[in-house]
């Protein structure tokens, strides 16, 4: 199962990754979110034959979508742009490998290929990545580990070093 979470618009990449799922026999794909595009994309799906494939979730709570983040095997997210998105660290911390593309903090996430993959935005490029994933899935405590420099102690350690290099 892989996950793509966010709202249902155009700049998040839903489409793109639907259309990858194509390229992965037997893999499914859960939508979490809402959104405008939400019956482009259930028509895509049809039109591809995946409509039994691509499950559209709607709003998760706070609550479920760690369990579903932890039960899926990737967190496919092909958004045109981030910065450094909540949802690819929130995935991570689930134990959750990503596939996203090279824009704004990617490679502050993603290290090494136990975080998952860095791939162009092209459907031939994000089921590729899928693949090896499936394949080779890293194991989930591995994953988990690439949040831990994310954590609010973490990040208050980080702004308190940097008051007392100021203060100095």
Do not use: Y
Not at 11 to 20: S, V
Not at 41 to 46: D, E, F, I, K, Y
Not at 87 to 95: D, N, S, T, V
Not at 119 to 136: G, H, M, N
């Amino acid at each position: 199962m892989l996950t793509s979470t966010g709202s249902l618009i155009a700049i998040k990449g839903q489409a793109l990754a639907i259309e990858a799922l194509a390229q992965v026999p037997h893999a499914h794909l859960a939508l979490a979110g809402t959104g405008p595009d939400e019956a482009q994309l259930r028509r895509l799906a049809a039109r591809l034959g995946l409509a039994g494939r691509v499950h559209f979730l709607g709003q998760i709570s706070h609550e479920v979508l760690p369990l579903l983040l932890a039960g899926s095997d990737a967190m496919v997210l092909p958004s045109e742009r981030e910065g450094l998105a909540n949802a690819w660290i929130e995935a991570l911390a689930c134990g959750t490998p990503l596939v996203i593309p090279e824009i704004g903090g990617a490679h502050e996430v993603v290290r090494d290929a136990s975080a998952g993959r860095i791939i162009d935005r092209v459907p031939a490029e994000i089921a590729r990545a899928i693949r090896e994933l499936l394949l080779q899935p890293p194991p989930q405590a591995e994953v988990a580990a690439h949040a831990a420099r994310f954590s609010w102690e973490a990040n208050a350690e980080q702004l308190a070093e940097w008051w007392r290099a100021v203060l100095a």
